[in-house]
């Protein structure tokens, strides 16, 4: 099927939206964090594309590349954002696998990158324009300069996901058709464990002593060994942190427990 | 100027506006800041009715760098929304106290707010997403839609305006408090063990690596060490990553990179399977 200029349209707005920092859907609550998981994007595109099944079955694969993504302050991770809202419709037109549509994301996703800093450059000006209302005695004009500095991430936003899509979708056809295996194989090699990376930020911040990655190893082992589900995994965990929490109350007041 | 109170107006017009615009203007410099300046500057003329100067001061006490995990980390808006409305009630609130209390609680709250909502909250919920989400239903995407914003939003106006009414005690009562201390820790263990079972169902690493003679295979590597015990190469993996990033201050973009080229390498020479 053909994107048209209507639904490139829609799909690039709902990309700059449900980005991390863009406002106006109700900030990160309900954008980057709700409607902007891929899981979740992968419905409304379905929507906008007219065909959600396959939609939902290619954001499902994009999901679990990202499910650990974590933007702790000011590092630059990947573009989970740019990497559904190209990766997804593309593949929803091109009528590509699982396989294709990862290798696709993840190459947009790390691409993207470049434009990090370019972004915080520039988000520089509003930010110094706003320090200088404030300094001149402009109050009400200093409150607005988020609603229309925010236009800075819309121009790092809507036009890349707009172009990628819209004038993307013949060069994608044509890569689809002819991608090698091993390209393909070597994207799926690569996104098998990506991740990874997130978990690994995140146990940066929360592991205190070497002691506690045996914490990590324990949920590791429910599933990997025991095949347990996620609840159930859920169960375990609550229970060892009750009695961490016991232990802990008790020895701060001195008593048994 | 003496009879200011929080109206529940006031407090839900504060909200609105940090839950929106935190990241609004967000970069390396001041981080979240402007839009704390917006949402004072909102409330300018209820804080300071008709007193320029005092509005002025108001937001430019909150013009430098200001940052944390925006959505549990609320309470801290909310804090200090607190502490300006006892300040602008005439009560003695020094300049100081209040820079004092946001740079005191805001790495605290980053840390723990980017561990339980990102880390722990976000991946359970699109896990049990994922599984619901067979063939194409949009049943998934739908049930993590309910029940994550029924859960954040009741959970972070409640932190707001929990803020609000103490003001300062609250910082008071969160960092002079040894209760937070176990919270957090037991916190932190939920988050551990749900983060390992989530590498260990999500993350793949497939060893190609075969030793066949005759046409009979001698040792695959992958039987192998999955029977040594079960994903282990996964768990390795986990193990090195996390070395790197922690203990050798690696970048996420640096690890990817690595990652790229291992994909590359494993390929050609078939130490690797897709």
Known sequence: MQ????????????????????????????????????????????????????????????QLIFIGLITPGGSIT????????????LGVAANMDSGQTVALSLLVANVANVMATPNFAMTMIPVNIQ????????????????????????LFRFIPTFVSIYYGQAAIEWIVTNSPQWLIDI??????????????ILLKLMVKKPTDLIYFTFGFALVGALGADMITVLVFALVVALIQFQIGRAAKKGGAF | MSNIKLTDKMIRNAYINWMCFNLALYQPETMQA???????GLLR?????????????????????????????????????????????????????????????????????DALLPGTFIPILLAIGCGL??????????????????????????????????????????????????????????????????????????????????GVTLVDLHALLNGVWPKLPVYLTAMVTYWLIAKKNWSAMKIIMLYLVVAIVGYFTGFLAP
């Open chain 1, 3 to 62: 994107i048209s200029l209507i639904q490139a349209i829609l799909i690039a707005l709902l990309g700059y939206l449900t980005f991390i920092h863009t406002p106006f859907l109700g900030g990160g609550l309900i954008g980057w964090y709700c409607i902007g998981r891929p899981l979740v994007s992968a419905l409304f595109i379905g929507i906008i594309l007219g065909n959600i099944p396959k939609a939902m079955e290619l954001g499902l694969y994009i």
């Open chain 1, 78 to 89: 990947p573009d989970m954002n740019l990497a559904t809202y190209v990766a997804l419709p």
């Open chain 1, 131 to 154: 320090k200088k209302m404030v300094a001149d005695g402009k109050l009400e004009e200093a409150v607005w300069v988020p609603i229309w500095g925010n236009g800075v991430k819309f």
């Open chain 1, 187 to 200: 994207m799926t090699i690569f996104g098998n464990p990506m991740c990874l990376v997130g978990f690994a």
């Open chain 2, 34 to 40: 402007p839009a704390l300046v917006r949402m004072f």
């Open chain 2, 45 to 113: 003329e209820d804080l300071y009715p008709g007193d320029k100067e005092k509005q002025q001061e108001l937001m430019a006490r909150h013009l430098p760098f200001f940052n944390t995990e925006p959505f549990l980390g609320c309470i801290i808006p909310g804090i200090i929304l607190g502490m300006e409305a006892e300040k602008a009630t005439g009560a003695d609130v020094p300049d100081e106290l209040i820079t004092a209390i946001k740079s005191a609680l805001m790495g605290p709250f980053a840390g723990i707010g």
């Open chain 2, 133 to 214: 989400t067979q063939d194409g239903s949009p049943i998934g995407a739908i049930f993590y839609m309910v029940v994550f914003l029924g859960v954040m939003v009741p959970v972070t106006w409640f932190l707001f305006k929990k803020g609000c009414e103490l003001g300062a005690n609250a910082a008071e009562l969160i960092l002079g408090n040894d209760l937070k201390d176990d919270i957090i820790h037991a916190l932190n263990t939920v988050g551990l063990i749900v983060v390992g079972c989530i590498a260990c169902a999500y993350a793949n690493v497939n060893i190609g690596f075969k030793f066949v003679r005759d």
